[in-house]
């Protein structure tokens, strides 16, 4: 039988944070979560969108609990700031789902001068992570959820003397880089968890191909070429709806019979009902090693991971 938002329990009483909750598999993941009584905190960059999505879930839920935080995953400023507003405003984080993202982009950089995608994608959500870990540590069973892609078995590990692809800059290569990124920070940071032995959990999905604004803003940028329009017309056309592409996130972030260092995705890579999937991918030590050393240089912010109550 196919796992459904139907079999979300509960969750009164607990709070959620997810990225880029303005639109696309954010909003759809961020509904839900309000609609089962969770308070959700959506950290988006356009204030204009993220009034729609707060309009469209209060009209589907009158009751929902809501709180609006401005993040710029491309500024480490920004980020700190809008931690600094969640934690002020909320004791514990029961779950937060790292879903914002940029797809295939014109080579740019963030404030920080990072790749904007690996800066984005990866490094925006190493610093948001770090700093909510606090508040994570205080809710028993927290749960993070790193939202890949099946880009991600395109992509390389980390080079650490050129993180950020100078000279070698290719939109597809640096998202492939970005996606497999997310998926070393989720399967590090589970062995984090479980060697300080803390309660919390850390599990990723990827959506598929799903029919979100993703594609359209990647054509409009122009950064992939002549594919842009192709990868825009094969997701219109056999993507996912955005309700439908949330479900493996929202199983990963819920289900309680899911378990930290799990992938949920499409059981048809590409589309599907959302089911636990095999893991694929060899020399994943060395691979977090050099993550966890690439992100803590670049950004200056450790993961700390302690118990509650311990230095």
């Known amino acids: 039988m196919s796992w459904t938002a139907a079999e979300i329990p509960d969750l009164a009483g607990r709070t959620a944070v997810v990225t880029g909750a303005n ?21 988006v960059r356009n204030r204009a969108k993220a009034a729609d999505a707060v309009a469209r879930i209060r009209s589907e839920s009158p009751g929902a609990s809501l709180e609006l935080v401005d993040l710029d995953l491309g500024s480490l400023a920004s ?22 993202g940029v797809m295939a982009t014109p080579e740019r950089e963030t404030a920080d001068g990072f790749e904007l995608q690996f800066g984005t994608n990866h490094l925006g959500h190493w610093a948001l992570t770090a700093h909510l870990m606090p508040r994570l540590l205080a809710a028993p069973g927290a749960r993070v959820v790193s ?17 950020h692809l100078h000279g070698t800059y290719d939109p597809w290569k640096a998202y492939g880089q970005s996606k497999l990124a997310n998926y ?7 062995r984090e968890f479980e060697r300080a032995g803390v309660t919390a959990q850390s599990l990723m999905a990827h959506p598929g191909l799903s029919h ?34 949330a479900l493996p996130q929202l199983r990963a972030a819920t289900d309680p019979e899911a378990r930290g260092g799990e992938l949920y995705g ?26 966890w050393q690439v992100s ?16």
Do not use: Y
């Not at 696309?24 to 950290?43: F, I, P, R």
């Not at 809008?82 to 914002?100: G, P, V």
């Not at 890949?148 to 993180?163: C, E, F, I, V």
């Open 184 to 190: 070393h920070f989720a399967l590090g940071l589970q």
């Open 23 to 43: 639109g696309g598999l954010g909003v759809e993941t961020a509904s839900v979560l309000a609609a089962k009584g969770a308070h959700v905190v959506l950290a």
């Open 147 to 163: 939202v890949t892609s099946t880009a991600h078995h395109m992509g390389r590990q980390l080079d650490p003397r050129n993180p």
């Open 296 to 311: 803590e240089r670049e950004t200056g912010i450790p993961m700390r991971i302690a118990p509650l109550g311990m230095v």
């Open 212 to 245: 979100t604004d993703l594609q359209v803003v990647t054509e409009r940028e122009g950064g992939v070429g002549a594919s842009g329009p192709f990868w825009r017309w094969l997701a219109a056309r056999t993507g996912m709806t955005p309700a439908d592409g």
């Open 79 to 100: 980020i700190r700031a809008a931690a600094d507003a969640i934690s002020a405003a909320n004791e514990k984080i029961d779950l937060l789902i790292n879903n914002a």
């Open 266 to 291: 499409p059981r048809f890579i590409n589309s599907g009902p959302p089911v636990r999937l095999p893991l694929f991918r060899p020399g994943v030590d060395g691979a977090i090693a050099i993550l």
